[in-house]
């Protein structure tokens, strides 16, 4: 919530009246047509009368504003700070390649409270290279946290040819634009594949990325770190008729037991799946959760991370993997 809590609906809404008011006397009508385009639906009841009453003296009764330039929005201290975190991790650079202004564009847009300028060469030398905002420390770095229910084969994002792959099947989805593929399969052989790729995914559990799409004869999920090469290449025919996939969906069912705020975890931890809730006692819920077929494993370990507060229930297969995994582990031990 660090920029939420700052510029919220609310302040982006209100800057874009400025911004009009500016330019010129601006109507309540347009004012009700900025704010449903910048905020809720309800904010009209909020910022309108505000503005139009006097109590945020921003505007005139005619409409124009006593600002003599239109209005920005420069980010606190904590939030170059933050961004410089974020901009440390190394599958942030797989998306802002090594022109920042590639990801940004030349100028940041006041609704998004604007991209982060460019580091000067004078900043550069007095602090971290690469970073937005050299001129400020970072929030966290990676060393601060440890993540104990991931994997740590997680892929290689600081490698050059993985890199290079990753911007590669990015922009090839994009333009909506075929790939042909070299990987290595599950059994160590080399093999080419001609695809359109759909979109790419994030394991959390894993710390891998794949990348869905479809060939002549199947779906295609491909994990980039067996990815040898890729290269664009122009669509075939039968490619222009088909569609990536849709995911074949799968659903559990399991029992909550709401106590140390379990249920808040539950729904912060699933946000976003589809999901339902329903209370079945002062304390207990049935929880419905819809997942893509293709990530049972990860929803088998997501779903043990809760321990006895959790019962599945649904389907028996599922329920099956669970024991199978809780039996696993007891032999560990």
Request: aromatic content about 10%; some cysteine; proline content about 6%.
């Amino acid at each position: 919530m660090i920029f939420s809590e700052i510029y919220s609906a609310y302040y982006n809404a209100v800057a874009c009246i400025l911004k009009e008011a500016v330019r010129g006397p601006v109507t309540p009508e347009k004012m009700r047509k900025i704010i449903a385009a910048n905020a809720f639906d309800e904010s009209v009841l909020t910022i309108l009368p505000a503005l139009s009453e006097g109590r945020w003296p921003l505007l005139r009764n005619d409409g124009t504003t006593p600002l003599s330039h239109t209005p920005t929005m420069p980010l606190t201290r904590l939030q170059k700070q933050w961004l410089n975190s974020i901009f440390r991790d190394p599958r942030m650079r797989l998306f802002l390649g090594d022109d920042r202004e590639d990801a940004c564009g030349p100028e940041g847009s006041v609704q998004d409270g604007g991209c982060p300028e460019k580091p000067s060469a004078a900043g550069a030398q007095e602090g971290e290279s690469g970073l937005p905002f050299p001129e400020e420390k970072v929030l966290f770095a990676r060393e601060d946290y440890y993540i104990y229910d991931a994997y740590a084969d997680g892929d290689p994002y600081e490698d050059p040819s993985y890199v290079r792959n990753f911007r590669t099947i990015l922009r090839a989805i994009e333009d909506k634009r075929a790939l042909r593929v070299r990987m290595v399969n599950r059994h160590g052989n080399l093999m080419s594949v001609v695809m359109i790729p759909g979109y790419l995914e994030y394991s959390e559990k894993d710390d891998k990325f794949r990348v869905y799409g479809y060939s002549k004869r199947r779906d295609d999920i491909i994990n980039l770190a067996r990815i040898e090469s890729v290269e664009v290449c122009e669509p075939k025919e039968w490619m222009k008729k088909g569609n990536p996939r849709s995911g074949k969906k799968a659903k559990v069912e399991f029992l909550l037991l709401d106590e140390r705020k379990a249920l808040e975890r539950v729904m912060l931890h699933f946000a976003h799946f589809e999901k339902t809730a329903e209370r079945i006692g002062k304390k207990n819920y049935r929880v419905t959760i819809y997942y893509d077929g293709y990530d049972e494993t990860e929803m088998v370990i997501r779903i043990l991370s809760f321990g006895p507060l959790v019962k599945v229930v649904e389907p028996a297969r599922f329920v099956e993997l669970i024991r199978a995994r809780l039996l696993k582990q007891k032999d560990l031990w």
